[in-house]
C-alpha cells in the first residue's frame, strides 16, 4: 500500500523541505565563500500535487537564487552572485540530499532498507480515498 505523505503527514513533508533548503542553503553560502552566519539564501517552492495527465503525483518545484545575501554594518543588504553548479557538485548535492532524507524517513519509521532496496513502510498510516489513485499513478 503507498500513501500520500504529504496529506497524511504534513510535517513529513516540512521536515523533507527543511532538509533540501538547508543542504542547498549551506552549498551557495559556503560557495559565496561565507558562512551561515552571516549569510542567507533564499528560495520559492511551489508544492505540486498532480501530473501532467491530472494523476497523483506529489512533487516538489522549488527556485533557488543564484547567490546569498549578507546583512552590511548599516543593515542594508549586499547580494553575492554565485557561478552555477558544475555537474559534479550537482552530483554531490543529490547524493547528499538522498542520504539526509532517506536517514530521516528510516527514524521516523517511513523507510526500511535493506542492502538492494528501499522501500516505503506503510502500516502504520491508514488507507485514505486517495491511495487506489496513489499505486496507480507511482512507477
Known amino acids: 500500500m503507498l500513501v500520500d505523505y504529504g496529506s497524511a503527514r504534513p510535517a513529513v ?5 527543511g532538509i533540501v533548503y538547508r543542504c542547498i542553503a549551506t552549498h551557495l553560502i559556503k560557495k559565496a565563500g561565507l558562512s551561515r552566519k552571516n549569510a542567507q539564501a533564499g528560495a520559492v517552492t511551489l508544492i505540486q ?5 491530472l494523476n497523483l503525483n506529489i512533487h ?15 543593515s542594508s543588504l549586499r547580494f553575492h552572485w554565485v557561478k552555477a553548479p558544475t555537474s559534479a557538485e550537482l552530483s554531490q548535492l543529490a547524493q547528499t540530499l538522498a542520504q539526509r532524507i532517506g536517514r530521516y524517513l528510516e527514524r521516523q519509521g517511513l523507510l526500511e532498507r535493506d542492502a538492494e532496496n528501499s522501500s516505503l513502510a506503510v502500516e502504520a498510516v ?12 507511482i512507477t
Do not use: K, N
Open 126 to 137: 491508514e488507507a485514505g480515498p486517495l491511495h487506489q489513485l496513489l499505486g496507480s499513478s
Open 49 to 53: 500535487r498532480f501530473g501532467s495527465a
Open 60 to 74: 516538489f518545484h522549488r527556485l533557488f537564487l543564484d547567490g546569498v545575501y549578507v546583512e552590511r554594518t548599516d
Open 13 to 17: 513533508m516540512d521536515q523533507v523541505l
